[in-house]
């Protein structure tokens, strides 16, 4: 690859999928903190790394797969999906203790 394939190749990942999905993760802590006002910096430092890298690791899927107009629209939905996933996860630990993690395992 020459060095303007690679420029090019960085400016297409950064401005139809990293732009598109920061965005969309700012918009997602904002409504949640004004939902709840209660976020951790831990909480959205997970929801940058969670939504944004996602959307990285599919970027090649996307772009494929959906081209045109619905590549933004795809990407917000699967960072929006994978954030919601990411704290439903969390939810389900904390609220869940080692013990009935291994006496659940322990049964099967």
């Known amino acids: 690859m020459s060095k303007g394939e690679i420029w090019n190749s960085f400016l297409e990942v950064f401005s139809k999928t ?3 999905s920061l965005i969309t993760v700012i918009i997602g ?3 949640e903190y004004r939902r709840t ?3 951790s910096g831990i909480q959205i430092i997970t929801s940058f790394i969670i939504g944004v890298g996602t959307v990285y ?3 090649d ?3 494929e797969t959906w081209k045109g107009k619905m590549t933004t629209v795809m990407v ?3 960072t929006a ?3 919601k996933g990411w704290e439903l996860f969390m939810t389900f630990i904390n609220n869940t203790k080692l013990s009935d993690v291994i006496e659940w395992l322990s049964k099967r």
Do not use: E, F, R
Request: glycine letters at 4%; proline letters at 5%.
């Open 18 to 20: 990293i732009v598109p």
């Open 29 to 31: 802590v904002a409504v």
């Open 37 to 39: 006002k209660k976020l």
């Open 57 to 59: 690791l599919m970027h």
């Open 61 to 63: 899927y996307i772009h």
């Open 76 to 78: 917000s939905v699967i």
């Open 81 to 83: 999906g994978s954030i």
